[in-house]
């Protein structure tokens, strides 16, 4: 059973571009959560989906970021016009689903973010 | 709000010493405790597991206690290796009013064991 995969793990965007963040959950689990780590911090919660539906998007920034998770297929992180600020490794974890229960994360490798 | 803080930031072991590695958070009205480690340029290994009913989590050479009331924990791990090098996370986990369950994470703990 293979972990949560994340794609790609290194990825170098210019100012302004748009980067495309993608996560496959552990077979089996319905449940994705997105998470920045800037450099000398700890992980810092951004949004949390389902399969077709966004559970909790408020750690997101309000402009430019953007999270699915679709029907079929991984789920995409997207930002688009790129700052040197979004330079981070973003984590996503996904779980299992269990209605009113607290269901373990289980972590991806990361996407190590750089804009130049 | 959560805020988790973990101290110190950095810890320099040679080998054989007993590392202590502290976390405190703020809302002591949390569900479950977890430590993880993170070696460079990878991801979140989960370490132990501590359910806010419990004191402490034993597996191996490492141990983690949990004082709720005072908002610590702390990780021990006995006899450090060279290969316990790594960042060591704390992440509280709490219920929220959206009816769902929130991660907070320290910054960290860079641990490094010198052979």
């Known amino acids: 059973n293979a972990g949560v995969m994340q794609n790609p793990r290194h990825l170098v965007r210019r100012r302004g571009q748009e980067a495309r963040l993608r996560c496959s959950p552990m077979k089996g689990h319905s449940h994705v959560y997105w998470y920045r780590q800037l450099p000398e911090e700890g992980l810092k919660f951004m949004v949390y989906?389902?399969?077709?539906?966004?559970?909790?998007e408020s750690g997101m920034p309000k402009e430019r970021f953007s999270a699915e998770f679709p029907k079929e297929g991984p789920s995409i992180l997207r930002i688009q016009q790129v700052v040197r600020g979004d330079s981070a490794a973003y984590f996503c974890?996904?779980?299992?689903?269990?209605?009113?229960?607290?269901?373990?994360?289980?972590f991806g490798p990361g996407t190590r973010l750089t804009v130049l | 709000k959560q805020e988790v803080t973990q101290i110190p930031a950095a810890l320099s072991v040679p080998e054989g010493e007993n590392l202590v590695l502290n976390c405190s958070f703020t809302?002591?009205?949390?569900?479950?405790l977890q430590w993880f480690r993170q070696d460079p340029g990878k991801g979140l290994t989960s370490l132990l597991l501590?359910?806010?009913?419990?004191r402490e989590q034993t597996s191996g050479r490492l141990n983690a206690s949990l004082d709720k009331s005072s908002g610590r924990s702390t990780l021990y791990i006995a006899a450090s290796q060279p290969g316990d090098s790594a960042t060591y996370l704390c992440?509280?986990?709490?219920?929220?009013?959206?009816?769902?369950?929130?991660?907070?994470f320290g910054a960290g703990t860079t641990v490094t064991v010198r052979a």
């Open positions: 989906l389902q399969k077709e539906n966004i559970i909790d």
């Open positions: 809302d002591s009205a949390i569900y479950n």
């Open positions: 992440a509280v986990i709490s219920y929220n009013w959206s009816n769902d369950y929130k991660l907070s």
């Open positions: 501590i359910q806010s009913s419990q």
């Open positions: 974890a996904s779980s299992p689903w269990a209605s009113g229960s607290w269901n373990e994360q289980f």
